[in-house]
């Protein structure tokens, strides 16, 4: 009976969650439909390509989405051979592509640069590395970060640093965690961050939980998260100290398309289920103008796809109900509302219950003392019509 319980609380809990965002279908990319592919926004439009598609063979067509169009255009190939495993990160007006898969005999330590101005290709010095594909790539500070990856049979640990203005590549300390592959690579408020993917050996393959810091100016790997459950194969995006995860590839063989939140501020994972998004491996994830877009996949059937979505977010805390302070220091907090509550719930992102109580019905305001534990919580209020409202309380 407790499990069954527990059980439905976290399903009302992403219910509850879920209501921060809105899912939009935008029009479908109109070329091949693919995976592993790359997507890069610049000053109001998407520049999209490269991949693996659905006949088993990598791409290297380009294409442009204009944001207030809503519309596709095809852009010149790219000069270089097809792959799939590409890594890219964008400097100024010019987006770099690293590396990539074109057959189990064919990756690439290429680097390559994309004007967005005038729409040409130049290739760049190459890194002084092992050829791999599936590496973490970024930028900070007016430099490119390139590391990680694999080849046929091993995955690396080497982290490296290019200077677009010299074209030099120096080495950094490797990575110090698991060698990897296919993990996320974003930069959030000047530093790197990197994480889960999968280590091979030799035909032996793991997935990984870990999550990590890099400071560019130390130079130094921080550890900041360990997660429950190996995930690899994941889309990833950035919005403010939010860092966005959809899909999930398990191995052997399943896909998970469930839509996942890191905040880097409180360390903690926010898991918001399945909201409505086909996608569950090699997706491009996108973040534009405080939102963030979801372009191919495979769905859970592994089928490759050309859907395109937007997800824009909802303040859930609008005049009616709010919360002071917020972020909430020290524990303590006042939640104003509307006349007419009846009474309040607060959970944990476990589903834990750890407070109740009545409202008086003609009270606007509810003072409130949150566990020590710093984190996300969730306060959920219910009126004497019977609606519930939900408010996060972030406590640091």
């Known amino acids: 009976m407790k499990k069954r319980v527990f059980t439905l609380l976290l399903s009302l809990l992403v219910f509850l969650t879920k209501g921060q965002f809105s899912l939009n279908a935008l029009p479908d990319f109109p070329?091949?439909?693919?995976?592993d592919a790359?997507?890069?926004?610049h000053k109001g439009k998407i520049y999209a390509g490269l991949g693996f598609s659905a006949g088993f063979f990598p791409l290297n067509d380009w294409w442009v989405f204009n944001i207030s169009a809503q519309q596709w255009t095809q852009?010149?190939?790219a000069p270089f051979s097809a792959r799939q495993y590409v890594r890219t990160f964008k400097i100024g007006n010019h987006i770099y592509f690293f590396g990539g898969w074109q057959s189990d005999q064919q990756f690439f330590n290429e680097l390559w640069r994309f004007s967005t101005w005038d729409s040409t290709w130049k290739q760049m010095p190459s890194m002084p590395a092992a050829a791999r594909w599936g590496a973490a790539a970024f930028s900070m500070g007016g430099m490119g970060y390139v590391g990680l990856g694999r080849d046929t049979t091993v995955t690396f640990s080497d982290f490296w640093r290019y200077n677009p203005d010299t074209g030099q590549w120096n080495?950094?300390?490797?990575f110090p965690g698991v060698s990897r592959s296919n993990c996320i690579g974003e930069s959030i408020n000047g530093r790197g961050v990197v994480g889960f993917g999968i280590h091979a050996d030799h035909g032996q393959f793991r997935s990984l939980d870990d999550i990590w810091h890099f400071n560019p100016l130390s130079?130094?790997?921080t550890m900041i998260y360990e997660h429950t459950n190996d995930l690899s194969f994941m889309s990833a995006a950035s919005l403010g100290d939010q860092l966005y995860l959809q899909g999930n590839y398990e191995l052997p063989n399943h896909l998970d398309s469930t839509f996942r939140c890191f905040d880097l501020s409180t360390k903690q994972m926010i898991n918001f289920g399945h909201i409505g998004l086909p996608q569950a491996r090699g997706a491009s994830m996108i973040a534009a103008q405080s939102s963030l877009y979801i372009l191919w996949g495979l769905n859970?059937?592994?089928r490759r796809l050309a859907s395109f979505y937007r997800i824009d977010f909802k303040e859930k805390q609008g005049n009616d109900f709010s919360v002071f302070p917020s972020p909430v220091y020290g524990g303590q907090c006042v939640v104003l509302f509307p006349v007419g509550q009846r009474?309040?719930?607060l959970y944990n992102l476990a589903g834990q219950l750890l407070d109740k109580g009545s409202i008086d019905k003609e009270a606007e305001s509810l003072f409130l003392t949150l566990p020590i534990r710093n984190g996300t919580y969730l306060l959920v209020l219910?009126?004497?019509k019977g609606e519930f409202h939900t408010l996060k309380l972030i406590r640091r």
């Open 31 to 35: 070329g091949l439909v693919r995976d």
């Open 219 to 221: 130079e130094k790997w």
């Open 75 to 77: 852009l010149p190939n």
């Open 38 to 41: 790359v997507a890069v926004y």
């Open 382 to 384: 219910a009126d004497h």
């Open 300 to 302: 859970n059937r592994f």
């Open 171 to 174: 080495r950094l300390p490797d």
């Open 343 to 345: 009474s309040y719930q």
